[in-house]
T-cell receptor, first 112, second 115 residues
């Protein structure tokens, strides 16, 4: 059972435009959601998170939106930059278990 | 801080050989996690430790895999005997632990190839 799903394997956007990465989940016990960014030959790095009691969290060019009723979250990057090109992972965390459950990842390409 | 350190960065071995992957977490972090990344299964948690004690090893694929954390600054993941299907990138991550400290910091990974 895949508890966290990123249904789009890849996304291509033009520099300066908005990138929207989507994530769906099935586990209602998640109380935090995190986005990680991964460059080739490196480990994932933490990007931004949101508590399940919030519906929006913003950090500079990055904003995460959470729709609990739809069990859906999205990461918005505005404006997109070529350096944002990477694989983005969505993850859910249940503080009871301390375990992060990751989605399959979405490869973002930002074209100059 | 140097971040999470993993060694080796690359490992090529023959089927049947023993493989040991090493991890040094960030100093002061109480939780340590081992992940495996493959094309088929994505990034999956194998085992995690809290204060050097294994808490959940339900992700360990089979008895050929074992992990230890003899002290707060060192952990190993061992595969014996290794098989070609174990080929993957193995990540170690650490976290401060405690309420609200849920971010995990990943090492650069070990790319394992079993021929």
């Amino acid at each position: 059972d895949q508890q966290v799903k990123q249904n789009s394997p890849s996304l291509s956007v033009q520099e300066g435009r908005i990138s929207i990465l989507n994530c769906d989940y099935t586990n209602s016990m998640f109380d935090y959601f995190l986005w990680y960014k991964k460059y080739p030959a490196e480990g994932p790095t933490f990007l931004i998170s949101i508590s399940s009691i919030k519906d929006k969290n913003e950090d500079g060019r990055f904003t995460v939106f959470l729709n609990k009723s739809a069990k859906h979250l999205s990461l918005h990057i505005v404006p997109s930059q070529p350096g944002d090109s990477a694989v983005y992972f969505c993850a859910g965390l249940s503080s009871n278990t301390g375990k992060l459950i990751f989605g399959q990842g979405t490869t973002l390409q930002v074209k100059p | 801080d140097a971040g999470v350190i993993q060694s080796p960065r690359h490992e090529v071995t023959e089927m049947g050989q023993e493989v040991t992957l090493r991890c040094k977490p960030i100093s002061g972090h109480n939780s340590l996690f081992w992940y495996r990344q493959t094309m088929m299964r994505g990034l999956e948690l194998l085992i995690y430790f809290n204060n050097n004690v294994p808490i959940d090893d339900s992700g360990m694929p089979e008895d050929r895999f074992s992990a230890k954390m003899p002290n707060a600054s060192f952990s190993t993941l061992k595969i014996q005997p290794s098989e070609p299907r174990d080929s993957a990138v193995y990540f170690c991550a650490s976290s401060p632990g405690g309420t609200g400290s849920y971010e995990q910091y990943f090492g650069p990974g070990t790319r394992l190839t079993v021929t």
